[in-house]
């Protein structure tokens, strides 16, 4: 069998319950990924599930496969094995309309039950990790992860800094760009109406016409108290100091999903994006969101809101379900829920009585 997958890391981890099952069900699974990052790939070449790995396909263009199973959201060309025109083929697709049924791992685990019948399915994911150890990071640490790079002003939350001095002993992981807020604009009233043509792109109109726009996020600085390795790691090396730490808070990123993989507390801050798509029945997860009547939009109006632009966002109410999330709130769940699920107490700073 063979298994492509693309997209984001957090969609190729979502596919791995799937390939724990086949590969207990005694398929031999060769993998393909082409993600969004070059080094996704290295996750999983030491995985036991999988004979090889492949960043491009080309050296897995002379086998042979009964199966071969195109992941979601993949754009890439397939690969062109040797029985490539005879070979089943399936391809996994998530409309709008089926956000609200079934999680994107489910998804996969159909696909297990289906090649594999009465075979026991588990929610359970795997991600690889470095060698590297990280001795400045203890069972005490609190990983932040600001994610969504640039395009995906609809996942950030923009007060992990401020979050950071409350806490004490935190990493911050991910990318320098995770912090770029530049496209985190909303235009409303005339302008969105008479101007729609303009606001997608980052012309010479544009550049004049977000003076009439609000920025929905502030910029983050974080302090010395926070140990910073934005830009400065690896994926598996991210993925080794996710290990040694001791719980984990942060957007809908694929670093969310490499620490429920880990197994640690995984507190993911949730706004626009869909709990039942991204997070359902994995262990260790709490999503952490405010009760709006729009949200989540994922399910209710993607259409209207989740789009990705260089820009702007969609939101006409500039991302509120995220905006108004404060840090107290954060802090209080966070506490409640390390001291009542894990028996872990974290002396967060400052907590007000409120």
Known sequence: ???????????????????KCLSRAGFTIDLCIQADY???????????????????????AGNTYNYYIIGIC???????????????????????????????????????????PGIEVSYETYCGKSSRDFPEISPATCVL????????????????????????????LGIEKDLDISNSR????????????????????????????????RRMRFGKEAKNYLGRLSLPETAALINR????????????HVSIAMGKPTFVLIGPTSVKKNFARFKNVYPISLDYECAPCQEKAPELVMRSSHARHFCPYGIRCLRDMEVDYVL???????????????????LTSK
């Open 38 to 60: 070059g080094d996704v790939p290295a996750l999983f070449r030491d995985w036991q599930a999988v004979r090889a790995v492949s960043s491009s396909g080309r050296e897995l």
């Open 145 to 172: 992860a600001p994610g969504g790079k640039f395009g995906f002003a609809i996942k950030k939350w923009d007060r992990y800094d401020l979050l950071a001095e409350r806490l004490g002993d935190v990493a911050v």
């Open 245 to 256: 730490a001791g719980f984990f808070i942060g957007n809908d990123c694929g670093l969310a």
């Open 186 to 217: 909303t235009f409303t009233g005339p302008i969105a109406a008479l101007a729609k043509g303009y606001l997608n792109h980052r012309t010479f109109a544009w550049r004049v016409l977000k003076v009439f726009s609000m920025r929905t996020a």
């Open 332 to 350: 209080r769940r966070v506490k409640s829920i390390l001291l009542e699920k894990h028996g872990i107490e974290i002396p967060a700073r400052s």
């Open 74 to 116: 993949m754009t890439a060309d397939p690969v062109r094995f040797k029985n490539f025109d005879t070979a089943v083929s399936i391809r996994l697709d998530y409309s709008h309309r089926d956000i609200p049924h079934v999680s994107e791992a489910g998804l996969y685990l159909n696909v297990a039950r289906i090649l594999a």
């Open 1 to 19: 069998m063979l298994v492509h997958l693309g997209a984001g890391l957090g969609n190729v981890i979502q596919a791995t319950p799937m390939i």
